[in-house]
Protein backbone atom coordinates (compact mmCIF):
# COMPACT_ATOMS: atom_id res chain seq x y z
CA UNK A 1 0.00 0.00 0.00
CA UNK A 2 1.02 3.91 -0.60
CA UNK A 3 0.25 7.51 0.14
CA UNK A 4 -1.31 8.68 -2.63
CA UNK A 5 -2.59 12.46 -3.10
CA UNK A 6 -5.10 12.72 -5.86
CA UNK A 7 -5.35 16.49 -7.44
CA UNK A 8 -8.93 16.85 -9.07
CA UNK A 9 -12.28 14.87 -8.46
CA UNK A 10 -14.52 15.51 -11.61
CA UNK A 11 -15.95 12.89 -13.29
CA UNK A 12 -13.22 10.82 -13.58
CA UNK A 13 -11.21 11.59 -10.62
CA UNK A 14 -13.54 11.67 -8.42
CA UNK A 15 -14.57 7.66 -8.47
CA UNK A 16 -10.83 7.01 -9.40
CA UNK A 17 -9.37 8.38 -6.30
CA UNK A 18 -12.25 6.37 -4.54
CA UNK A 19 -10.76 3.42 -6.13
CA UNK A 20 -6.90 4.15 -4.48
CA UNK A 21 -8.96 4.35 -0.64
CA UNK A 22 -10.83 0.72 -1.44
CA UNK A 23 -7.62 -1.23 -2.31
CA UNK A 24 -5.91 0.60 1.17
CA UNK A 25 -3.83 3.29 -0.12
CA UNK A 26 -3.69 6.37 2.30
CA UNK A 27 -5.33 8.80 0.05
CA UNK A 28 -5.14 12.63 0.56
CA UNK A 29 -7.41 14.39 -2.11
CA UNK A 30 -7.22 17.80 -3.28
CA UNK A 31 -9.81 19.80 -5.63
CA UNK A 32 -9.69 23.71 -6.45
CA UNK A 33 -13.11 23.57 -5.44
CA UNK A 34 -13.38 22.31 -1.48
CA UNK A 35 -16.60 21.35 -1.22
CA UNK A 36 -15.98 18.61 -3.55
CA UNK A 37 -13.16 17.12 -1.64
CA UNK A 38 -15.00 17.23 1.32
CA UNK A 39 -18.06 15.23 -0.21
CA UNK A 40 -14.67 12.66 -1.16
CA UNK A 41 -13.68 12.41 2.22
CA UNK A 42 -17.39 12.25 3.61
CA UNK A 43 -17.37 8.97 1.38
CA UNK A 44 -14.54 7.64 1.05
CA UNK A 45 -12.21 8.38 4.58
CA UNK A 46 -8.91 9.83 4.01
CA UNK A 47 -8.36 14.11 4.29
CA UNK A 48 -8.68 17.05 2.41
CA UNK A 49 -5.89 19.34 1.33
CA UNK A 50 -6.32 23.19 0.96
CA UNK A 51 -3.43 23.03 -2.14
CA UNK A 52 -2.11 20.63 -4.40
CA UNK A 53 1.43 21.48 -2.09
CA UNK A 54 -0.12 20.18 0.90
CA UNK A 55 -2.01 17.22 -0.69
CA UNK A 56 1.69 16.28 -1.90
CA UNK A 57 4.06 16.51 1.14
CA UNK A 58 5.12 13.09 2.20
CA UNK A 59 3.64 11.41 -0.41
CA UNK A 60 4.91 8.27 -2.40
CA UNK A 61 2.62 9.12 -5.83
CA UNK A 62 0.95 12.36 -6.53
CA UNK A 63 -1.90 11.30 -9.15
CA UNK A 64 -4.01 14.32 -11.16
CA UNK A 65 -7.37 14.35 -13.18
CA UNK A 66 -7.52 17.87 -14.13
CA UNK A 67 -8.90 19.56 -17.36
CA UNK A 68 -5.98 21.26 -19.80
CA UNK A 69 -2.51 22.35 -19.92
CA UNK A 70 -3.03 25.32 -18.36
CA UNK A 71 -4.72 23.42 -15.37
CA UNK A 72 -2.32 21.11 -15.61
CA UNK A 73 0.77 23.22 -14.73
CA UNK A 74 -1.39 25.10 -12.11
CA UNK A 75 -1.26 22.17 -10.04
CA UNK A 76 1.90 21.50 -10.38
CA UNK A 77 4.37 24.03 -10.03
CA UNK A 78 4.54 27.76 -8.35
CA UNK A 79 4.40 27.87 -4.35
CA UNK A 80 1.54 26.40 -3.84
CA UNK A 81 2.13 23.12 -6.47
CA UNK A 82 3.23 19.58 -6.09
CA UNK A 83 6.22 19.65 -7.10
CA UNK A 84 7.02 22.46 -4.14
CA UNK A 85 5.40 19.69 -1.60
CA UNK A 86 7.27 16.06 -3.23
CA UNK A 87 10.10 14.67 -2.02
CA UNK A 88 12.96 13.60 -4.20
CA UNK A 89 12.12 10.23 -5.66
CA UNK A 90 8.22 10.56 -5.23
CA UNK A 91 6.67 10.07 -8.43
CA UNK A 92 3.60 12.45 -10.31
CA UNK A 93 1.19 10.55 -12.31
CA UNK A 94 -0.86 12.53 -14.84
CA UNK A 95 -4.03 11.12 -16.41
CA UNK A 96 -5.07 14.95 -17.49
CA UNK A 97 -5.54 14.68 -21.67
CA UNK A 98 -2.87 17.40 -22.31
CA UNK A 99 -0.48 18.37 -25.21
CA UNK A 100 2.82 16.26 -25.38
CA UNK A 101 4.37 19.19 -25.53
CA UNK A 102 3.76 20.36 -21.67
CA UNK A 103 4.13 16.77 -20.42
CA UNK A 104 7.61 16.78 -21.65
CA UNK A 105 8.20 20.37 -19.85
CA UNK A 106 6.64 19.17 -16.68
CA UNK A 107 8.48 16.10 -16.98
CA UNK A 108 11.62 18.09 -17.28
CA UNK A 109 10.88 20.35 -14.35
CA UNK A 110 9.81 16.99 -12.36
CA UNK A 111 13.77 15.55 -13.31
CA UNK A 112 15.51 18.41 -12.17
CA UNK A 113 13.81 18.14 -8.54
CA UNK A 114 14.71 14.56 -8.55
CA UNK A 115 10.72 13.90 -8.92
CA UNK A 116 9.50 11.08 -11.45
CA UNK A 117 7.09 12.10 -14.21
CA UNK A 118 4.51 9.49 -15.91
CA UNK A 119 1.84 11.10 -18.57
CA UNK A 120 -0.24 8.40 -18.16
CA UNK A 121 -3.81 9.73 -19.94
CA UNK A 122 -6.94 7.15 -19.90
CA UNK A 123 -9.44 6.00 -21.93
CA UNK A 124 -13.40 4.34 -21.02
CA UNK A 125 -15.03 7.41 -19.81
CA UNK A 126 -16.85 7.97 -16.25
CA UNK A 127 -18.36 4.81 -16.56
CA UNK A 128 -14.62 3.09 -16.75
CA UNK A 129 -13.64 5.12 -14.18
CA UNK A 130 -16.19 4.31 -11.75
CA UNK A 131 -16.38 0.77 -12.63
CA UNK A 132 -12.16 0.99 -12.29
CA UNK A 133 -11.70 -0.61 -15.84
CA UNK A 134 -10.01 2.42 -17.39
CA UNK A 135 -7.18 1.21 -20.14
CA UNK A 136 -4.00 3.56 -19.23
CA UNK A 137 -1.43 4.77 -21.68
CA UNK A 138 1.81 5.53 -20.16
CA UNK A 139 4.94 7.47 -21.36
CA UNK A 140 8.29 8.07 -19.19
CA UNK A 141 11.10 6.38 -17.15
CA UNK A 142 10.08 2.86 -17.16
CA UNK A 143 11.69 2.73 -13.42
CA UNK A 144 9.21 4.79 -12.37
CA UNK A 145 5.81 3.64 -14.71
CA UNK A 146 6.94 0.34 -12.61
CA UNK A 147 6.70 2.56 -9.83
CA UNK A 148 3.80 3.60 -10.57
CA UNK A 149 1.90 0.30 -12.32
CA UNK A 150 0.57 -1.32 -8.99
CA UNK A 151 -0.89 1.80 -7.99
CA UNK A 152 -2.95 2.51 -11.50
CA UNK A 153 -4.11 -1.12 -11.25
CA UNK A 154 -6.51 0.17 -8.53
CA UNK A 155 -8.93 1.55 -11.66
CA UNK A 156 -7.27 0.11 -14.78
CA UNK A 157 -8.23 -2.73 -16.51
CA UNK A 158 -5.10 -2.36 -18.67
CA UNK A 159 -2.29 -0.45 -18.09
CA UNK A 160 1.00 -0.15 -20.81
CA UNK A 161 3.98 1.24 -20.60
CA UNK A 162 4.57 3.06 -24.58
CA UNK A 163 8.02 5.04 -24.12
CA UNK A 164 9.30 7.64 -23.12
CA UNK A 165 7.95 11.00 -21.73
CA UNK A 166 4.86 12.29 -24.31
CA UNK A 167 3.86 8.43 -25.34
CA UNK A 168 1.00 8.43 -23.20
CA UNK A 169 -0.58 11.74 -24.73
CA UNK A 170 0.58 10.53 -27.88
CA UNK A 171 -1.20 7.29 -27.70
CA UNK A 172 -4.33 8.95 -25.67
CA UNK A 173 -4.20 11.49 -29.18
CA UNK A 174 -4.42 8.34 -31.95
CA UNK A 175 -7.32 6.97 -28.86
CA UNK A 176 -9.41 10.09 -29.78
CA UNK A 177 -8.78 9.81 -33.56
CA UNK A 178 -10.22 6.54 -33.88
CA UNK A 179 -13.36 7.74 -31.77
CA UNK A 180 -13.86 10.65 -33.94
CA UNK A 181 -14.04 9.03 -37.17
CA UNK A 182 -16.35 5.80 -35.71
CA UNK A 183 -18.95 8.06 -34.23
CA UNK A 184 -19.48 9.51 -37.30
CA UNK A 185 -19.62 6.91 -39.09
CA UNK A 186 -21.86 5.34 -37.03
CA UNK A 187 -23.86 8.51 -36.69
CA UNK A 188 -24.13 8.65 -40.44
CA UNK A 189 -25.59 4.72 -40.90
CA UNK A 190 -27.65 5.31 -38.00
CA UNK A 191 -29.29 8.85 -39.37
CA UNK A 192 -29.05 6.96 -42.93
CA UNK A 193 -31.01 4.23 -41.76
CA UNK A 194 -33.86 6.07 -39.97
CA UNK A 195 -34.54 7.75 -44.02
CA UNK A 196 -34.61 4.80 -45.14
CA UNK A 197 -37.48 3.86 -42.80
CA UNK A 198 -35.58 0.87 -41.03
CA UNK A 199 -35.06 -0.43 -37.69
CA UNK A 200 -32.45 0.59 -36.44
CA UNK A 201 -31.84 -1.69 -33.67
CA UNK A 202 -32.81 -4.06 -35.58
CA UNK A 203 -30.57 -3.40 -37.95
CA UNK A 204 -27.56 -3.51 -35.07
CA UNK A 205 -28.24 -6.72 -33.60
CA UNK A 206 -26.98 -7.88 -37.18
CA UNK A 207 -24.33 -5.59 -38.08
CA UNK A 208 -22.79 -5.19 -35.03
CA UNK A 209 -21.16 -9.20 -34.58
CA UNK A 210 -19.92 -8.57 -37.94
CA UNK A 211 -16.90 -6.24 -39.58
CA UNK A 212 -19.03 -3.17 -38.08
CA UNK A 213 -18.98 -3.61 -34.51
CA UNK A 214 -17.65 -1.97 -32.60
CA UNK A 215 -17.85 -0.41 -28.73
CA UNK A 216 -19.52 2.41 -29.17
CA UNK A 217 -22.15 0.35 -32.11
CA UNK A 218 -23.07 -1.65 -28.97
CA UNK A 219 -23.07 0.87 -26.33
CA UNK A 220 -24.20 4.02 -27.80
CA UNK A 221 -26.60 3.31 -30.59
CA UNK A 222 -29.65 2.82 -28.39
CA UNK A 223 -29.19 6.39 -26.58
CA UNK A 224 -28.78 7.93 -29.93
CA UNK A 225 -31.44 6.70 -31.83
CA UNK A 226 -33.27 7.46 -28.42
CA UNK A 227 -31.84 11.01 -28.32
CA UNK A 228 -30.51 10.66 -25.19
CA UNK A 229 -26.59 12.21 -25.00
CA UNK A 230 -25.95 12.22 -21.35
CA UNK A 231 -23.72 9.35 -20.93
CA UNK A 232 -19.88 9.84 -21.07
CA UNK A 233 -17.46 11.96 -22.53
CA UNK A 234 -18.87 15.50 -23.14
CA UNK A 235 -18.32 17.36 -26.67
CA UNK A 236 -16.21 20.16 -25.09
CA UNK A 237 -13.81 17.65 -23.84
CA UNK A 238 -13.61 16.16 -26.83
CA UNK A 239 -13.17 19.46 -29.03
CA UNK A 240 -10.29 20.27 -26.77
CA UNK A 241 -8.84 16.82 -27.59
CA UNK A 242 -9.27 17.19 -30.97
CA UNK A 243 -7.69 20.39 -30.86
CA UNK A 244 -4.74 18.76 -29.25
CA UNK A 245 -4.42 16.76 -32.00
CA UNK A 246 -4.71 18.64 -34.68
CA UNK A 247 -1.77 21.01 -33.47
CA UNK A 248 0.23 18.09 -32.81
CA UNK A 249 -0.40 16.66 -36.57
CA UNK A 250 0.41 20.20 -38.26
CA UNK A 251 4.10 20.27 -35.55
CA UNK A 252 4.67 16.57 -37.03
CA UNK A 253 3.73 17.25 -40.69
CA UNK A 254 0.69 14.45 -39.93
CA UNK A 255 -2.15 14.47 -42.26
CA UNK A 256 -5.55 14.06 -40.43
CA UNK A 257 -8.02 15.11 -42.83
CA UNK A 258 -11.43 13.18 -41.60
CA UNK A 259 -10.64 14.24 -37.78
CA UNK A 260 -10.55 17.92 -38.98
CA UNK A 261 -13.79 17.52 -40.12
CA UNK A 262 -15.34 15.66 -37.77
CA UNK A 263 -14.03 18.37 -35.40
CA UNK A 264 -16.22 20.88 -37.51
CA UNK A 265 -19.30 18.89 -37.00
CA UNK A 266 -18.36 18.63 -33.13
CA UNK A 267 -18.89 22.25 -33.17
CA UNK A 268 -21.84 22.61 -34.98
CA UNK A 269 -22.88 20.49 -31.92
CA UNK A 270 -21.54 22.87 -29.50
CA UNK A 271 -23.27 26.06 -31.72
CA UNK A 272 -26.58 23.69 -31.49
CA UNK A 273 -26.41 24.56 -27.90
CA UNK A 274 -24.97 20.77 -27.35
CA UNK A 275 -21.12 21.71 -25.64
CA UNK A 276 -21.92 18.86 -22.22
CA UNK A 277 -24.08 16.01 -24.61
CA UNK A 278 -21.75 13.03 -24.85
CA UNK A 279 -19.65 12.53 -28.00
CA UNK A 280 -22.55 10.58 -29.79
CA UNK A 281 -24.56 13.34 -30.32
CA UNK A 282 -22.79 14.25 -33.67
CA UNK A 283 -26.22 12.15 -34.87
CA UNK A 284 -28.18 15.57 -34.01
CA UNK A 285 -26.57 17.42 -36.80
CA UNK A 286 -27.94 14.81 -39.22
CA UNK A 287 -31.22 14.58 -37.94
Not at 60 to 88: E, Q
Not at 249 to 266: C, H, K, M, R, W
Request: hydrophobic letters at 45%; a negative charge; proline letters at 2%.
Amino acid sequence: MAKVAFLGLGVMGFPMAGHLAAKGHEVTVYNRTAAKAGAWVAKHGGRAAATPREAAVGQDFVMACVGNDDDLRGVCLGADGAFAGMAAGAVFVDHTTVSAQVTRELEAVARAAGLGFVDAPVSGGQAGAENGVLSVMCGGDAAHYAAAGPVIAAYARICKHLGESGAGQIAKMMNQICIAGLVQGLSEALAFGEKAGMDGRAVVEVISGGAAGSWQMNARHQTMLDDHFTHGFAVDWMRKDLGICLATANEIGASLPVTALVDQFYKDVQNMGGGRWDTSSLIKRLK
